[in-house]
């Protein structure tokens, strides 16, 4: 018995991996290492190729005797999507068809879909939750809203026991070795530009929050792959799930807070430059975590200071 992670050379992918590892379960890796690291899997077997392969899915699957998956695979760049719709949808739609297909031809039918806070938009509520209507803004939400409907129709198809993990922004690490390397996300942005001498920005002071910057969700990625495992096991388990589940703070944090927590924590006295607002930025997303804390062992587990602290510990690691 293994769990096949799908995108598991990745950021996120990887630290599931460890997360699994941790709890003593087998792992197989599928990666086509287009933005993921071979580096990033340790101990565990990566087999290096596409999830549009249907057939090097099933061999993968038969050989190592997957019994679940855990879907990680595909383009997440939000911005860039809009420019990519085809190849966004060939990832991360055809992508998930092809997955599904494998499945369904070697009786493998249990999967965790890693979903997106994208799938809302620019919703107008103070606290999201799973009842919050979809209203995706950019191809690659969109992938992500179909992505949830094929395990939604699949399951009523052929009985596939599933479930979604809806998440935001994913920070820190816990594990010096794995780390965040996207050209898009804030903490690389700030790390990098910190390392090089320059000044962060933030994008929009002018917001109606209590700083004037953009809140968010802040989770920390060892905190994501706790819940992804948890999840994981309890298909395993023959438990029933919700089909979706938000791996929200409840609370969330400014870019403003953020960029407090980087001075103290680095110690580089900086004062973030102001850039003009981002379009489509929303003021405010945050999502409750209320049922997948019932279901998931979901938890904030580490402060902003513990995210920003462990991110900069391992971008330091790296450079040595």
């Given at each position: ?9 990745g950021?996120?992918?990887?630290h599931?991996?460890h997360a699994?590892?941790?709890a ?16 990033f ?6 087999i290096?190729?596409t999830?549009?392969d249907t057939?090097l899915l ?10 679940v998956?855990?879907?990680l695979a ?6 860039v ?11 991360n739609?055809?992508?998930t068809?092809?997955?599904?297909n ?13 979903s ?8 107008d ?6 009842e ?7 191809p ?7 992505g949830e409907?094929?395990?939604r ?5 052929t ?8 998440y ?6 816990a594990v ?11 903490f ?6 910190l390392?090089?001498g320059?000044?962060?920005h ?5 917001y ?10 802040y ?15 309890a ?8 089909p979706?589940?938000n ?13 407090d ?5 680095t ?9 003009p ?16 804390a019932?279901?998931?062992d979901?938890?904030?587990?580490n402060?902003l200071t513990d ?9 330091q690691?790296?450079r040595?």
């Open positions: 018995m293994s769990f096949l992670v799908t995108g598991g050379a950021y996120i992918g990887s599931v991996v699994l590892g941790e003593g379960l087998d792992a197989v890796v599928v990666d086509d290492l287009s933005s993921g690291h071979a580096d899997v340790r101990d565990v077997p990566l290096e190729g999830i549009l057939d099933r061999r993968s699957i038969v050989e190592h005797g997957v019994t998956v855990v879907h595909g383009y997440k760049y939000a911005g999507s809009v420019t990519r719709p085809l190849h966004t949808y060939e990832q739609v055809a992508g068809i092809s997955l599904l494998a499945m369904a031809a070697e009786g493998v039918d249990k999967i965790v879909f890693s997106s806070a994208a799938v809302f938009g620019t919703p509520v103070d606290l999201v939750t799973e919050t209507p979809t209203n995706p803004e950019s690659y939400g969109e992938s992500k809203l179909i409907w094929l395990m129709d699949q399951a009523r198809a009985g596939l026991h599933h479930t979604s993990l809806r935001f922004n994913v920070v820190g690490s010096d070795s794995l780390f965040d390397t996207s050209p898009h996300n804030l690389p942005l700030v790390i990098n530009a390392e090089s320059s000044t962060p933030i994008n929009g002071a002018d109606d929050t209590p700083d004037g910057t953009c809140v968010r969700d989770v920390h990625v060892g905190d994501l792959a706790i819940s992804h495992v948890a999840a994981a096991k298909l395993d388990e023959g438990r029933r799930l919700e979706v589940y791996l929200g703070s409840g609370e969330g944090v400014s870019v403003r807070e953020i960029m927590a980087f001075v103290k924590v110690g580089n006295d900086f004062e973030p430059a102001i850039a607002r981002r379009a489509g930025d929303p003021a405010r997303i945050v999502a409750s975590g209320e049922k997948a019932r279901d998931l979901w938890k904030m587990r402060t995210m920003v602290q462990s991110a900069w510990q391992a971008a690691s790296h040595r």
